[in-house]
């Protein structure tokens, strides 16, 4: 059974720092393009951050140099540290993990709340 399971959501204040952890497990994390994403609700997903297996980043013009996105070298744990926070990225966040042979699969998402 595949799971993605999203951490380290919060409450922060503008200017802030939060670093948000998707572990994975029943996939083999290296062979997988991961990525976050996040959804005010009443608009459409957005796509953050993704880092194929290959190890390329990507990132949302939005958060380009305040956000950084990594996974751990089993590859089974990816990482979102988010810097200089704004209120404009609160949001839930969501894990995601595509290969082609095996599919997409989602956590369940964290809020981010950046509020003072």
């Known amino acids: 059974q595949v799971q993605l399971v999203e951490s380290g959501g919060g409450l922060v204040q503008p200017g802030g720092s939060l670093r948000l952890s998707c572990a994975t497990s029943?996939?083999?994390?290296?062979?997988?393009?991961m990525g976050w994403y996040r959804q005010v609700p009443g608009q459409q997903l957005e796509t953050v951050a993704t880092?194929?297996?290959?190890?390329?980043?990507n990132y949302a013009d939005s958060v380009k140099g305040r956000f950084t996105i990594s996974r751990d070298d089993a590859g089974n744990t990816v990482y979102l540290q988010m810097d200089n926070l704004k209120p404009e990225d609160t949001a839930v966040y969501y894990c995601n993990a595509y290969e082609l042979s095996t599919g997409t699969f989602w956590g369940q998402g964290t809020q981010v709340t950046v509020s003072s």
């Open positions: 880092i194929a297996a290959a190890g390329r980043s």
């Open positions: 029943g996939i083999s994390g290296r062979r997988h393009d």
